[in-house]
């Protein structure tokens, strides 16, 4: 049946906010020259800490995976890290030559806001940078505030005004001092012309805007109460071809976007993203293959996806199928190449399952090596798509069993549109495919 997409917000986008962007125009991911002159090439990951792993886990686990960089919580460590455990390894990871960002905690504040936690300091943006100050990570993010989408109009204007107060607060502060940080200035919107007005607000300010961060894109990837009133994930591909194309010289870093959800962030011209996934799944139990999700080792009580051959996907009516035994038993990670295990590819799967399923440390040591290799490995396979003009087709590869296909396919189509001006007047509000293609594919 078919149900036109009743909304006037496309229009209001393709109008007012598109209409001077040509999105057919391919942008290459971007490398960024610090302050301090450190580089960073996207597509990069920042892999987070985790609360529960001591300073050897990280070490180990970071060097077998290929980890360049992490990022650390100005929140967490002043109220969360009271035995300093996470500062030890900060210091260790930095000995080391990893890049560090220091998140402000915004996100942390805000939820403890909620809850009416009562703090034992005023987490302010002066607190913040003393914090951030002390570790002189390579990135500083200042104090944002991020947005629910149940806030009114207002409510969210005033949220943007103090998170671009705090980015002023922090440039001056930093100014003043020794620190040698780069500071990634942070925006939040659910449309557009939301996001507009925060990059205008910066470019008042400054002649350029070399790095960008993008936040409160949670709620519109994830289902959660209010989701549907910001346009949910179809929004988020919107504001991020929006933003790309606005900014293309920009060096742009996604906050709170991981999984697969990734693979579209990257196709719309992100350039890096946050890790924190790798922490959970690492403990839940469950390891991960290129284009196929959490999967546990064999068939458990609880009967959530274990590693199969021969899985079935339809798409489009046509069915794929997928080896995903086949597929471990190809990676290359430090875990799955080890010499000592067996050329005989029954015996060697039966290797595996025990050694990714080992008890306590050990296994969660053994799937998080392979989890986040796996993860290094998918953005040199991003990257090299990139520069062959391949991209898509990769994706589409990656997607094809995943319910975010249709997205990719939203996102290509806009990005196959040439939605520049001329074309707008053309088509203009009369164009309907963009109603019924969300509806369709
Ligand atoms: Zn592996």
């Given at each position: 049946m078919t149900i036109l997409y009743n909304t006037p917000k496309i229009?209001?986008?393709?109008?007012?906010?598109?209409?001077?962007?040509?999105?057919?125009?391919?942008?290459d991911f971007h490398t960024l020259t610090l302050k301090n002159h450190k580089k960073i090439e996207g597509p990069f990951v920042w892999y987070g800490l985790s609360v529960i792993e001591d300073k050897e886990f990280h070490l180990e686990v970071f060097e077998k995976a290929g980890v360049?960089?992490?990022?650390?919580?100005?929140?967490?460590?002043?109220?969360?890290?009271?035995?300093?455990?996470?500062?030890?390894?900060?210091?260790?990871?930095?000995?080391?030559?990893?890049?560090?960002?220091?998140?402000?905690?915004?996100?942390?504040?805000?939820?403890?806001?909620?809850?009416g936690k009562k703090l034992p300091a005023r987490f302010n943006q002066d607190l913040v940078f003393k914090i951030q100050e002390s570790y002189n990570p390579d990135i500083m993010v200042q104090l944002d505030?991020?947005?629910?989408?149940?806030?009114?109009?207002?409510?969210?204007f005033q949220c943007n005004k103090q998170s671009f107060e705090n980015y002023i607060r922090l440039f001056d502060l930093i100014k003043d001092s020794s620190a040698s940080a780069t500071i990634m200035p942070v925006i939040h919107g659910h449309s557009p012309k939301m996001l507009e007005h925060g990059i205008k607000q910066l470019a008042e300010r400054f002649s350029r805007i070399p790095l960008l961060g993008i936040g409160s894109l949670v709620p519109m990837v994830k289902s959660i109460k209010g989701t549907n009133k910001i346009g949910g994930k179809w929004t988020f591909i919107d504001n991020l071809l929006y933003l790309r194309h606005r900014l293309p010289?920009?060096?742009?870093?996604?906050?709170?976007?991981?999984?697969?959800?990734?693979?579209?962030?990257?196709?719309?011209?992100?350039d890096s993203i946050d890790s924190n996934g790798w922490i959970q799944k690492s403990g839940y139990g469950v390891i991960q293959l290129p284009g196929i999700s959490d999967r546990f080792m064999r068939k458990k009580?609880?009967?959530?996806?274990?590693?199969?051959?021969?899985?079935?996907?339809?798409?489009?009516?046509?069915?794929?199928?997928?080896?995903?035994?086949?597929?471990?038993?190809?990676?290359?990670?430090?875990?799955?190449?080890?010499?000592?295990?067996?050329?005989?590819?029954?015996?060697?799967?039966?290797?595996?399952?025990?050694?990714?399923?080992?008890?306590?440390?050990?296994?969660?040591?053994?799937?998080?090596?392979h989890n986040i290799y796996v993860q290094n490995a998918e953005l040199e396979q991003i990257?090299?798509?990139?520069?062959?003009?391949?991209?898509?087709?990769?994706?589409?590869?990656?997607?094809?069993?995943?319910?975010?296909f249709n997205l990719l396919e939203y996102a290509n189509y806009l990005k196959r549109s040439k939605l520049d001006k001329a074309y707008y007047l053309k088509f203009g509000k009369k164009d309907i495919r963009f109603h019924s293609l969300r509806d369709f594919i």
């Open positions: 229009e209001e986008k393709l109008g007012a906010y598109f209409q001077n962007l040509d999105f057919s125009k391919n942008i360049k960089a992490f990022l650390s919580n100005a929140f967490d460590l002043q109220f969360q890290d009271k035995k300093q455990k996470r500062k030890g390894i900060i210091e260790a990871l930095v000995g080391k030559g990893l890049l560090h960002k220091m998140d402000s905690g915004g996100f942390q504040l805000m939820k403890a806001n909620i809850s505030v991020p947005l629910s989408p149940n806030l009114t109009k207002l409510e969210k010289n920009t060096f742009i870093h996604a906050f709170g976007i991981g999984g697969t959800m990734q693979y579209l962030a990257f196709y719309c011209g992100i009580a609880h009967n959530r996806p274990y590693l199969q051959n021969h899985r079935k996907y339809k798409r489009n009516g046509r069915m794929f199928i997928k080896n995903e035994i086949d597929e471990l038993l190809k990676c290359k990670c430090p875990i799955c190449s080890d010499s000592t295990l067996s050329n005989d590819m029954t015996v060697r799967y039966q290797q595996l399952q025990k050694k990714f399923e080992e008890d306590g440390t050990l296994g969660r040591k053994h799937r998080a090596i990257k090299k798509s990139q520069t062959s003009g391949k991209l898509y087709k990769f994706l589409k590869e990656r997607l094809i069993s995943s319910n975010y």
